[in-house]
């Protein structure tokens, strides 16, 4: 897996969101502590964003 970071433009220092960009090549877990904006591209396969009462999201 590949994992990029990256910040909003022209978002205020108080209002920056990191943007992350990731190339799953194998079935993987990413655990998120934030997520307040999801935005998912997909050519093939499957995904599964699994909410829950506790901060944060797992994409699967």
């Known amino acids: 897996m590949d994992a990029r970071r990256r910040f909003a433009p022209g978002a205020s220092e108080e ?3 990191a943007q992350q960009t990731w190339i ?3 079935p993987t877990v990413i655990d ?6 999801l935005k998912v ?3 093939g396969g499957q995904i599964d964003i699994v ?3 506790e ?3 797992r994409v699967e």
Not at 32 to 37: F, P, T
Request: aromatic share 0%; net charge negative; no cysteine.
């Open 41 to 43: 591209g997909l050519i």
């Open 51 to 53: 909410a829950h009462d």
């Open 24 to 26: 799953v090549t194998e």
């Open 32 to 37: 998120l502590e934030l997520v307040r904006a």
């Open 55 to 57: 901060p944060g999201a």
């Open 15 to 17: 209002h920056r969101m």
